[in-house]
């Protein structure tokens, strides 16, 4: 995942809405998403196993991306095992509270958002410790190139999700699919944009995600994914496929 956006309780009636789009090899194999037992539902990194994005029947939200500034080392553990771990707890609070205790030389570099309808939060590893942050009632942006929570700072990827989100006056609407999805189609070159195509190095958005929990009448997780089909276009020709849900318990 590279480009991660949470709007945490700035909504009436969604405590969470999310709009995500990975990045990534455009011929890594992966799996969509799906119930992937005790409750957990993700799609699934078929190279290294895990995932980056998901959703369980507790409520919780997790999802991750890579920090392209902090150098890799290839015999850490997948960071994408992260996501299935904080998927497995009951409230966002028991998570983080586990994680940030974590030997932050485990991983390479990543931004970790762990979130419910209560508390957001964000883990932030650079291969050496993790630094650990309360997040609640904002939105937040988190890149591979940078994080940021208000529009005058942060990298100029997240300035643009910004202006998107202010020109369309987003926080004052209803977050549906047409609306959000306009935060992960913007154009630019390389890597200011949250569309992202570069098929001479094989790489671009390989697929998108927009997340909201519903409060409203059955609390439950309303789903959308969008998956490339194609290396020969960009993932906003693509179409989003039918809304999936996941009932809270």
């Not at 771990?85 to 998570?95: D, F, I, N, W």
């Not at 410790?129 to 309360?134: E, H, P, Q, R």
């Given at each position: 995942m590279c480009t991660?956006?949470?709007?945490?309780?700035?909504?009436?009636?969604?405590?969470?809405?999310?709009?995500a789009n990975r990045d990534e090899l455009l011929d890594?194999?992966?799996?969509?998403?799906?119930?992937?037992?005790?409750?957990?539902?993700?799609?699934?990194?078929?190279?290294?196993?895990?995932?980056w994005i998901g959703v369980n029947e507790q409520g919780v939200f997790a999802a991750l991306t890579n920090r392209s500034h902090v150098k890799s080392k290839p015999d850490r553990e997948s960071r994408g095992d992260l996501i299935m771990?904080?998927?497995?707890?009951?409230?966002?609070?028991?998570?983080f509270e586990d994680f940030r205790l974590f030997d932050g030389k485990r991983f390479n570099g990543f931004n970790l958002v762990i979130a419910d309808k209560n508390r957001m939060y964000l883990l932030r590893g650079n291969g050496v410790?993790?630094?650990?942050?309360?997040k609640s009632d904002q939105l937040l942006l988190a890149t591979n190139v940078g994080v940021a929570e208000v529009d005058d700072l942060g990298p100029d990827r997240c300035k643009n999700i910004?202006?998107?989100w202010h020109k369309n006056s987003m926080g004052g609407c209803e977050p549906t699919l047409e609306v959000l999805s306009q935060l992960l189609d913007i154009h630019n070159p390389y890597p200011h944009g949250t569309c992202?195509?570069?098929?001479?190095?094989?790489?671009?958005?390989?697929?998108?995600?927009?997340?909201?929990?519903?409060?409203?009448?059955?609390?439950?997780?309303?789903?959308?994914?969008?998956e490339r089909t194609s290396t020969e276009r960009h993932i906003c020709e693509e179409v989003f496929g039918p809304k999936m849900t996941v009932r809270i318990r």
């Open positions: 991660l956006i949470v709007a945490h309780r700035l909504f009436d009636g969604f405590p969470v809405v999310v709009a890594r194999p992966s799996e969509l998403p799906c119930i992937r037992g005790a409750g957990i539902f993700a799609p699934k990194d078929l190279q290294r196993g895990g995932s771990q904080a998927l497995q707890y009951g409230t966002a609070k028991s998570a410790i993790i630094n650990s942050f309360l910004f202006k998107v992202i195509y570069e098929p001479s190095f094989n790489y671009g958005t390989k697929s998108s995600s927009v997340i909201r929990l519903r409060e409203v009448d059955n609390e439950e997780w309303e789903y959308w994914h969008r």
